[in-house]
């Protein structure tokens, strides 16, 4: 188990030449709770107070170590890089309110068990944990720290039944859940007209719970599955031996009357195999091809400039979904340090459940939390692997709260029950 | 080119033709940073044509322009680098040492310091423009924005889009002498004449807060609600007042309109259609037109204010972003 701890020092001086004001439309008690804080510096030079400390835990796992020739191998960093540049944010402000911010890091090697983890650092009184591990896993640290008053930030986990029968009271999700990524895709498929799609599904466990997904999605929004097929060729783009099965895969795309194939591959094995292979000319999109997701480092729009220029100066490479989403998952934590002026992990989890939480997160919208489940509301990007093509939701979907929620699962249709 | 609706269009085209002949004699020049064209579109503000269209640096955005109205003063952002343009000539000057990605500067009322916001490095940088000497440079929250320069020139205020604050800068010290929360990604601060209302547009917050500078606490906080528009697509940006503080206009981004208050009671009186994603404003001197940048319609949108109506849209430069008037 590897572990590393961030911790920013704040330069005392700014601390006490930065008073912050009361703010008005906070609850008395938290209003009152600065006065000391807000007294001119220079009337009590003494009293610099120690800053309230912020504690963040971060779970991940290593990354097996990519194939030589891995194009676009998993960086070592991925998720943690995100949450780190979301400290130095974090920390900037917390100059300014008394707050400082600390983040550990917990990498697991394969055989070690995220239950451990998590006890270890709720042990050390870090209970606000950012979690970038699959859904099973992230029920086991749900488990492991049940008792012990943490929160936690799912931002690898995009299973649906985490936001259904398996949702928790203390677990936020940031990572979009399939039917998310789905809604988006096939609203701009819909946008589009290109109503005829060709499902091509993995043999995965993940990859039959995307394409279900993606059937509820093109019935929600009205497209057609007319051809439904298992990729039954191996995993061809990891084992780049394509010669013997070549002919029968492009025979398997042949005659089926579609505008796009659909590929659900979260593995990425075979769905790079398919542009251009195919019989017929036909556009690809799901998994591989055009995509949906939370960033893309093609990105510029709505200042996403600025968090892609610093991102890439201080990680020294271009920023990924899951460091996009461990960032808004320690952003999401420091902007309710801010407004509540609180490091009590369920003071600041009773504050992202109320309409008063929205960040700023260079989507153009607000996001915000769903009650229902607690998933992250946000737009998704509709990109190709070097492009913006789209945003969703798409121009045209309406819902009587937020655009934002034709993408997932409603309020009615929520199986969650959060306990 | 226009997106007015038809059956408006020719009542204004008739208001504008008035508006023209009645204000012949005031000509001011309005200068128009493109930050994708890498330009600057220069309009008369007698004819409402574009003069002259003039290469800068790379991602011109805020743009301002001495009191003496002897030189105008462009944050070419990509080349990191204030520009100083001669608005006779229309020539680059010179570069002045702005730090690294200015977007958005404040000049002292007297002409000098200029307060410039770099967004990367997380600071202020104060710069003196006559020696071209960075006087300062102050640690403020992460992507500083707004910045604004109290009428007694005794207080800076910049806002900062990630920390969500407004920071209250001595000018004699140049340092921070207070903090005030507000609402999401703040993006522009502007006092009024008085100096005793300051203005703080939230973007993704969506509302505008009103800050009394010295208690340092919110008055109130503007809400916009326009009918078949969004919550999400109202994004408060540049906000104008009038000197007498009577009136404000507030720019609202992908609303496409800017709202126009009643400065003294806080409410909304109407919402002007205009170009797509309005960001920043600017009053001619005399206060009967404005001028509103849209990013995304390519235009510039001019409005008379005295009637409150929007009288003619004007084709620029890719992406305008600033505007500024000449003082004479």
């Known amino acids: ?419 | 080119m226009t997106y007015l609706r038809p059956r408006r269009l020719a009542g204004l085209l008739a208001g504008a033709a008035a508006l023209l002949a009645a204000d012949a004699a005031s000509a001011y020049t309005v200068y128009v940073s493109n930050e994708k064209g890498n330009s600057i579109s220069v309009i008369d503000s007698a004819t409402l044509e574009v003069k002259q269209t003039v290469k800068v640096g790379r991602r011109p955005r805020g743009i301002t322009m001495s009191p003496d109205g002897k030189a105008v003063y462009v944050c070419a952002s990509d080349d990191h680098a204030v520009q100083v343009i001669d608005p006779t000539t229309l020539k680059v000057l010179r570069k002045l040492k702005s730090g690294p990605d200015p977007e958005l500067f404040a000049l002292h009322p007297t002409g000098n310091p200029l307060y410039i916001a770099n967004e990367d490095d997380n600071q202020v940088t104060v710069l003196d423009v006559e020696a071209n000497k960075v006087i300062a440079q102050v640690p403020v929250g992460t992507e500083p924005e707004g910045m604004a320069v109290s009428p007694d020139g005794g207080t800076l205020v910049a806002t900062s889009e990630t920390t969500n604050m407004a920071h209250f800068i001595e000018t004699r010290t140049n340092k921070i002498i207070g903090n005030v929360l507000v609402d999401a990604r703040p993006r522009f601060a502007e006092f009024s004449a008085d100096g005793k209302r300051l203005w703080v547009s939230a973007e993704v917050g969506g509302t505008v807060a009103v800050i009394d500078p010295q208690t340092r606490q919110i008055i109130r906080k503007i809400d916009f609600k326009i009918p078949g528009v969004s919550r999400e697509s109202i994004q408060p940006v540049g906000v104008r007042l009038t000197r007498d503080g009577k009136r404000a206009f507030v720019a609202l981004g992908p609303a496409n309109r800017v709202a126009v208050v009643n400065a003294e009671t806080f409410e909304v009186e109407k919402y002007l259609l205009v170009g797509q994603r309005v960001w920043q404003l600017a009053l001619t001197p005399d206060e009967k037109l404005l001028f509103t940048t849209n990013g995304n319609s390519n235009d510039v949108s001019v409005i008379d204010v005295p009637e409150l109506k929007v009288v003619k849209s004007i084709k620029v430069g890719s992406a305008p972003w600033g505007v500024v008037v000449s003082p004479q």
Request: charged fraction near 20%; proline fraction near 8%.
């Open chain 1, 1 to 419: 188990m590897l572990t590393r701890v961030v911790r920013l020092l704040l330069p005392a001086a700014l601390l006490a030449a930065a008073p912050l004001c009361p703010i008005p439309g906070l609850r008395p008690a938290q209003a009152q709770q600065p006065a000391d804080a807000a007294a001119p510096a220079e009337a009590n030079p003494t009293a610099e107070a120690k800053p309230l400390e912020i504690r963040i835990g971060l779970i991940t796992r290593a990354v097996p170590p990519p194939p030589l020739y891995d194009l676009l191998a998993v960086p070592e960093d991925e998720a943690v890089a995100g949450a780190e540049l979301a400290l130095k944010d974090n920390s900037t402000t917390g100059r300014f309110t008394g707050q400082s911010f600390a983040l550990e890091t917990t990498t697991l090697a394969e055989d070690e068990d995220p239950a451990d983890a998590a006890r270890a650092l709720a042990a050390k009184g870090t209970r606000l944990l950012i979690v970038n591990l699959p859904g099973a896993e992230l029920l086991k640290v749900a488990d492991a720290v049940k008792d012990k008053g943490a929160v936690i930030f799912n931002v690898g986990a995009p299973d649906d039944a985490l936001r259904a029968q398996d949702c928790r009271a203390d677990v936020f999700h940031v990572a979009p859940s399939r039917a998310m990524l789905t809604d988006a895709l096939v609203q701009f498929l819909a946008s589009k007209r290109w109503s005829k799609l060709f499902l091509i599904t993995g043999p995965q466990p993940a990859d039959a719970l995307y394409a279900e997904a993606l059937r509820r999605s093109a019935k929600k929004f009205g497209l057609k599955i007319v051809a439904d097929k298992p990729w039954t060729f191996g995993p061809l783009g990891r084992e780049r031996s394509d010669s013997i099965t070549r002919s029968d895969a492009l025979v398997f795309s042949r005659g089926v009357d579609a505008d796009v194939i659909v590929v659900a591959d979260e593995a990425n094995d075979f769905g790079n195999y398919i542009p251009f292979r195919t019989f017929e000319p036909r556009l690809v999109t799901g998994t591989q091809g055009l995509t949906a997701s939370t960033w893309h480092p093609a990105q510029d729009a709505w200042g996403s400039a600025q968090l892609q220029s610093r991102f890439l100066r201080s990680a020294s490479r271009t920023m990924r979904p899951a460091d996009y989403q461990a960032w808004v998952a320690a952003r999401m934590i420091g902007e309710a340090a801010t407004r509540t002026r609180s490091a009590d992990p369920a003071t600041l989890a009773a504050f992202l459940r109320t309409p008063d939480f929205s960040l700023a997160a260079f989507k153009g919208v607000p996001v915000s939390i769903r009650p229902w489940d607690q998933q992250l509301r946000q737009p998704l990007l509709i990109a190709q692997p070097l492009g913006i093509v789209s945003v969703a939701p798409e121009e045209g979907f309406l819902h009587q709260r937020t655009p934002l929620d034709t993408l997932g699962t409603d309020q009615g249709e929520s199986r969650c029950r959060l306990k």
